[in-house]
C-alpha cells in the first residue's frame, strides 16, 4: 500500500535527466489505480517549464529569494512575461 494522494509533495529524480537535470519537486494531481495490473497510475505537477532542465525560481515562491524580481531578464526576453 502506498500512502500517497493528491496534493502531497514528492521529490522526482530521474536517472537520465527525462525531466530535470537534478531532482525536484512535484506536486500529485491525480492518483488511479488500474486493479487489472495492478499499476499506479500518477499525474505529477512539477516546478519545471517546458524546455528547461531546472525549477522555475517563481514555482515555489516562499523558497525565492527577495532579491529576485519578476519577472526576471531571462522571462522578458523569452516572452513569458
Do not use: C, H
Not at 500500500?1 to 525531466?19: I, P, Q, R
Not at 525536484?24 to 494531481?29: A, M, R, Y
Amino acid at each position: 500500500m502506498l500512502k500517497l494522494e493528491s496534493l502531497d509533495t514528492v521529490a522526482l529524480n530521474f536517472t537520465y535527466g527525462l525531466v530535470a537535470n537534478g531532482s525536484i519537486k512535484g506536486t500529485i494531481q491525480t492518483v488511479v489505480y488500474n486493479s487489472q495490473d495492478k499499476v499506479l497510475e500518477f499525474e505529477v505537477w512539477t516546478s519545471v517549464r517546458s524546455g528547461e532542465m531546472s525549477s522555475y525560481v517563481f514555482a515555489w515562491p516562499a523558497t525565492s529569494s527577495a532579491a529576485i524580481g519578476y519577472p526576471t531578464i531571462l522571462d522578458l526576453y523569452s516572452g513569458g512575461a
